[in-house]
């Protein structure tokens, strides 16, 4: 099945959780965790040293509020971006998050994710 087929309610009931956890492990920063679900082509693009500069050097990374709102889903191809509004704990302002999922060897992955 490609994920365009879910309906929205579906896509949020998998993107939630694991964009839940992908702040959380940011603000952790638990590289390992963070990259967990992620699919094996993102995975490898995500180079762990620049990652790891950003978890100790970026206030945004590491205070993102539990606090986030859904804005959209689009559908494109074989994936869905999943729009967020993400809230900082301690910087004042609102950020638009990104997650893009798709299916790789039958499990729902994370082929993309970033806050702007």
Known sequence: MNIIENTDEEIRAIADPLWRDLVRHSNEGKYGEFVKNFSSSFALAMNQVVAGHQFANSELARS???????LGIIRRGEHVTVLYRQRSTRKQGEWLGRLVLGHENGEVRIFGASIF
Do not use: A
Not at 64 to 70: A, G, N, P, T
């Open 64 to 70: 993102l509020s539990e606090d986030f709102d859904s």
